[in-house]
């Protein structure tokens, strides 16, 4: 039953990559982006909701770390049922902070070790200084300069996050949160600097994955 269900989530997870991929292939042709829109809002939330259903179900070693995680789960969805319109973008912001925010209460609530906390902390500021001289000088180039505070709000969000998941000393918990950072790089890299014809595919996969590795950090 359980490997049936592992097979749902994959299967899922490519029918959005899929959708992508094909959408960005013909980015001059709004019948495929058409199409393509209105798949996303069945197979973009429905990763979620599966990595939802198996955070609740699976036997956690700690189960106030998973009732954490299932808060930043829901907050994700929410994230990214708002991220399907392009006006959603400031909600959906807020929600992935909220989730971020969830994960790392999660990560502290299992207990971190002092020194890899202050390491991940460490390579996220070195990491945060380069992407916030990218992000600022454009957005404020585009007359975009209300988005600059959400922005480093969730940048120090993420931050946190990636900070508390090296503090927890999981190996899979360190790899989700590395993942989320990078999916979140590029995101913001291909919206606000340089769009990249295939970026939102890179940035759904290295999502998912993310996502995936901290559900399993849970029985790490």
Known sequence: MSGAKSLCRRSAAVADWVVVARAASRPDDPAAHGTASAARCVTKPLVLVLLIGAA??????DPAVRAWFVVALVAS?????ALLSARGFVIGLAAFLAAHVAYAIGFVAGGVTAAPLLIGLAAMLAADVGLARRLVPALRAAGRRSLVPPVLAYIAAITLMAAAAAGSAIPLAVAGAALFVASDALLADGRFVRERRHGDLAVRVLYHLAQACLVLSLVA
């Open 56 to 61: 609740i179900a699976l036997e956690p070693r």
């Open 77 to 81: 969805l929410a994230g990214d049922v």
